[in-house]
Each structure stands twice: as C-alpha cells, then as structure tokens.
C-alpha cells in the first residue's frame, strides 16, 4: 500500500500515542512495586524488592489469587463442553427456534454485569441456594460459555462438511470422524476460546460481588477492598505487576497457537 | 453391447427405481440401473439432474426416499458410508488439512485397523500408482491441485473397494490438467480393475472414458448405453443436443425433408455445404436451401448455422482443412447436403418431447433459433 511520507509519521505517531496511552500507567505501576517508598509518589526513589518479598508472604494475596484461578479454570472447563455441544447443535442441525437459542446463548455477554449479577443473586434466594462457590461459577459460566461457543461456532462453520464425509466414507464412525478430524480441525479455536474465556473470569468483578459466597475473595475482590488503604498500596502494586508479567504467557501462548493454525490451512 | 453380460454375473451396483425427494422436489425420480464389475460407468447431465444425488445416496450420504440400493448384491438402501464397501473421491477432494499426504491416504485402512506395517506398504503403493510416491510428508495446502487430485484418488484407492465413485473429480483442473488426468483415470481403472462411477457434466470425457453412460435429465435417465449407442443413435431429443450438437427437425421442416413428421435430429458434422454448382443426384442424399445466419470459428472446425427454407435452423460443421475462403458469409444463400440415413429418428424416444425441445434449444448457444 502507498502512503506520502506525512501519512506514514502520522501513522507512526498515532500508534507510539496509544501504545503509550496503554503501558505507560501499567509501566508506572511495575516501577513503584519496587520503590522504596510506601506511596503513589512520583519520582519514584530507590529500588528495592522488599515489597515483594513482603506481599509473597501475604495471605490476604495469594488466597485470592488461588480462588480467582479455581473459579476460572471451573468456569472455562463448563463453557467448554456446554459451548462447544452447543455450537455442534447449532452448526449442524436445523430446528424450528434455531435462531432464537443463538440469540438467548450469545445475548449473556451483552447483558450488562450488573444484570445479570442482580438476576442471578435473587434466582438464587428465590429457589433458596445459598452462595458458594458453586454459584459463582455458574454465574462466570453464563459468560464464558459464550465466548467458546462463539469461537467454535465459527470454526465449525469453517469446516467443510465434505471433510466429515470423506471420514465417514473411509470407514470412520461418528466418534472416529469426531476424535480424529473434527476435534484436532477445531483444537486451537478451544484453546482460544477457552484461554479467552478464562481472562473473562478472571477479572470479573460485578457479577463476581453478587454471587461470590461469603468471605470467599476473588483477585478483583481483593483489589477492590485493598487498593484505597494506605498500607495496602505496595501490596497491591507488587499483586497488580506479577498478573500483568503472569498474562503474558496464555497470550503468548494463544498467538502462537493460532499462527500456526492459519500456516496449516 | 460392450463386453459385459449382466444375466452372467450379480452387478457390482443395482439401482431400483430410487426416487429422492428435498421438500417437493424429486432430486432423483424413479431411477434404475445394473451396473457390472469393472465397468466404467458415467453419470452424465447437468447441473441439478440428479447424478450427483444419486451418486451420494450410492455412498450413503443421503438416504433415498424410496427404492432399493444393492452393492454386489447386498441390500444397503439403509447402511451408513462407513458400513458400505465403496470409496468416494470429492469434487473439492475434501482432504483432511492436519494430516500429511501419507497420513490422509492411510487413513481408511487405519480404520479398519490394519497394522501399521501394511498400511504404510499399501499407501506407498497407492502413492505410486498415482506418481505421488515423493509426496508422502507434504501438507494438502502444499500441493497443486492435480496432486491433491491424485492424493483423493489414492487415498480411496488404497481401501480396494468394490466400487469407487467419483463426483465431477476434474471439474476444478485446466484443461490441459485434465485431459492429462483423463487418461490417468483410464490407465488407473484398467490396472486396478474396480468399478468405477463418474459424475460429470462434460460430455466430451463421459464419451471418452466411459464403457457406459446414463444421461440424466430431470433427476431421471433419458438414456443408457456405450458412448456410440448414445451419440451415434440418441434416444431423446434431449439427449442428441445435451451429448454432442444436433439440430431437432421435426413437423412442416421434417416432412418437407423425409417426407414424415419426426422428430428428427442430426449431428452437424454430417451436414455439408454444398457448391451451386455441384448437383449430383444421388437418391441417398437430401438437399436443401438456406441462408446462413452465423458463423463461429471453432478452430477445427467453423460451425455454420442455417435458417432453411423448409422452416428449420441447422448446423453445419466444416472441418477447417483447407481453403479458408469457401466458407460462406452471414446471410449468404446455400445448398447443404446430408444423408438421410444420418437423420435419426427420436420418435422411439421415451421422454415428453416439450420438455426435451425446451433443452435442445437451450443448450444451443448461437442462439439464432428463431
């Protein structure tokens, strides 16, 4: 593609501004987990890893952390089977409705958090089930079973249905057809689905507050309760710089998934 | 007839009266056919006719609405594709994108579950059969498609089965690919000796590679025979202009001519244009007047179309071997000539002649038929 050599500056310009825009307060956060001092203050003075020695200590931290891995990793494994049977029924079989349970599966991302936490609290106090962690999890899946249903759908769609007949034709039974075409055709969009799934869980917050049982403190939770007490503050800067370095990989991770995906067709 | 004798021996394939309906529409309607082991049987129509309906109902994608299915003689109207001993090679190939060539080709006997050892020697076997033997790591998508072609042949190869079915396996290649891959398919099916059955459209490779042909219309068959049972003596009209030109006479045009009133068709290569001045009298030979109305280069030959005087348009096809300048002009006035034993009679033809003319007309691409 052409462009004068002003629209490529301004190109340039543009994307440093909002790379900036995005990192720099993420950047800001990782430099004052090692400062020396407890504050927001800035110039940051010293450095040290003292915060950070102190917060893997914390019990408050990585409690939090193991419930927000758990709730996600539960929530994604349901949205899997749930969302992909779904996208199967939906891709490959015509039924009167059709239409009308796409719609009711996908419209729980639209749904704005605090709807759907308000809903699902009083569905839950009407039938009489206290809170727990079963009922968070349930609530995290009413979303991310969208998301792998949305990318299986897509891919499934992809698919071409000859490809299953040429099994078939060869002699592959359903379950054969399923376990070695479809399934490793369709891999790498659950992984997507599933890893985007999981950071969907994993930073929730308002459905979260509803339907979390007492006491029981997500990530997010944690930082909501801790990030406006002074004392708190290195804390959460250390908590804060280790997830942004930890979501690297399943990105990273993801990327490569679906680059080769794309070398293979 | 050709060679094989259906009363001798159980046919590879019996088809009858199968009948397939989408909604009120009958894909295939009423279809039978005995077709014997080692024939190399053609499937011929166009687009919507219902060969390639009844090709999927044969391996077992789509169920018949009524009628019966016979491999070697075993009833499997009801069985599912992976219970039926035929392989299928796809119009788009439909090769599996994650498995390399050789694990695509295997891909049958490894669920049939035959070890490891003898798979590997038979897909290397189907590999060469195919000249693909140096291909066995590549990916599908690092092929061209003359060899994705041959790598779906060899993987439904591979499985020996009684009957293979082709579903138009040439109509993505050029031209040159294919006539190269006609007679590959020829040489293939001689060596291997299974049946073969082959949807197409092109009535060129259905005549060239094919023991028989069944022309399909309208999810019925017009007609069944040799290549030169089906051009040489068409049963339908539809048949004389879908395989090959022909001009239909028939009516004022037709007893004005033979002396009945038909239909009639003739092939435009046995019609010639005859000099003013050559007036040979011979009582086997029908003449007529006529204006050209168009005239088509076709390379080997120049397509002549006449409005005659007796009320009929006609084809003529001069072989372009030598002087190029006694090729008449639009609107001239000429003189043709043709046999009366080259007038075939469609009379014993079993189709509603409307319909069957609406076609002819329609697959006559001049379109100077007035």
Redo the contacts between chains.
């Keep these: 593609m052409y462009l004068s050599s002003f629209s490529r500056w301004m190109l340039r310009g543009f994307t440093a501004l909002v790379l900036v825009v995005l990192y720099a307060p993420i950047l800001y956060v990782a430099r004052l987990s090692v400062n020396t001092s407890k504050n927001y203050a800035w110039p940051p003075r010293g450095f040290t890893f003292s915060t950070w020695n102190h917060a893997v200590h914390e019990a408050g931290p990585r409690e939090a952390l193991t419930h927000s891995l758990q709730t996600g990793a539960v929530a994604t494994a349901i949205a899997l089977v749930l969302g992909t049977l779904a996208a199967f029924a939906l891709t490959r079989s015509r039924f009167f409705g059709r239409n009308a349970v796409n719609i009711f599966i996908v419209l729980p991302i639209a749904l704005p958090g605090i709807v759907t936490g308000i809903a699902l609290l009083s569905g839950f106090q009407r039938v009489g089930i206290t809170l727990s962690f079963t009922t968070l999890v349930v609530a995290h899946a009413t979303f991310c079973v969208v998301i792998v249903y949305n990318n299986s759908a897509a891919r499934l769609r992809r698919l071409?249905p000859?490809?299953r007949?040429?099994?078939?034709?060869?002699?592959?039974?359903g379950w054969?057809t399923f376990w070695?075409?479809t399934f490793?055709?369709m891999r790498t969009a659950l992984v997507a689905g599933g890893l985007l799934a999981f950071a969907l869980s994993f930073d929730e917050i308002i459905v979260t507050t509803f339907t979390a049982g007492v006491g029981y403190k997500t990530l997010p939770l944690w930082f909501a309760d801790n990030f406006s007490r002074p004392n708190a503050i290195p804390t959460v800067n250390v908590v804060a710089t280790f997830v942004v370095l930890a979501s690297i990989i399943p990105v990273w991770v993801a990327q490569r998934l679906t680059d080769s995906d794309s070398a293979?067709? | 007839m050709g060679t094989m004798d259906p009363a001798n021996s159980t046919p590879a394939v019996t088809i009858r009266d199968v009948t397939k309906r989408f909604g009120s529409v009958a894909a295939v309607d009423g279809v039978s056919l005995a077709i014997a082991p080692g024939e190399f049987f053609s499937l011929l129509g166009p687009s919507g006719s219902g060969k390639t309906t009844m090709l999927r109902m044969i391996a077992g994608f789509e169920l018949p609405t009524s009628g019966r299915i016979e491999l070697d003689g075993r009833d499997v109207t009801q069985s599912p594709p992976f219970d039926r001993d035929v392989n299928t090679v796809f119009q788009d190939y439909a090769l599996f994108p994650h498995m390399n060539v050789m694990r695509n080709v295997e891909y049958g006997l490894r669920m049939k579950r035959v070890p490891k050892d003898e798979r590997r020697t038979r897909a290397a076997h189907a590999l060469a059969t195919v000249r693909l033997e140096q291909f066995g790591d590549r990916k599908p998508d690092q092929l061209s498609g003359g060899q994705r072609q041959r790598v779906a042949l060899a993987r439904a190869l591979v499985n020996e089965p009684k009957v293979l079915l082709l579903d138009e396996p040439l109509g993505a290649l050029d031209l040159k690919l294919r006539e190269e891959m006609q007679s590959e398919l020829a040489r293939i099916q001689r060596d291997v000796g299974i049946t073969f059955i082959f949807v197409t459209h092109d009535q060129g490779e259905a005549l060239t590679l094919s023991s028989r042909v069944a022309v399909f219309n309208h999810g019925r068959i017009e007609q069944v025979g040799t290549p030169r049972e089906i051009y040489e003596t068409p049963g339908s009209a539809f048949v004389a202009g879908f395989v090959g030109s022909a001009s239909v006479i028939e009516g004022a045009a037709a007893r004005a001519l033979v002396g009945d009133d038909g239909p009639y068709s003739i092939r435009p290569e046995r019609v010639t244009i005859l000099a003013a001045e050559t007036a040979s009298s011979d009582a086997n030979t029908i003449r007529a007047n006529g204006q050209v109305t168009d005239v088509q280069y076709h390379g080997d030959g120049t397509r002549v179309q006449l409005q005659l005087e007796a009320g009929a348009s006609m084809l003529a096809e001069v072989p372009n071997v030598g002087d190029q300048t006694s090729l008449p002009e639009r609107g001239a006035k000429v003189t043709v000539g043709f046999r009366r034993s080259d007038m075939l009679s469609l009379h014993h033809a079993g189709a509603e002649p409307d319909q069957a003319r609406a076609h002819v007309s329609r697959t006559h691409e001049s379109g100077e038929t007035p």
């Design positions: 071409s000859a490809v007949d040429a099994s078939a034709d060869l002699g592959a039974d054969q070695y075409i490793p055709l293979n067709r």
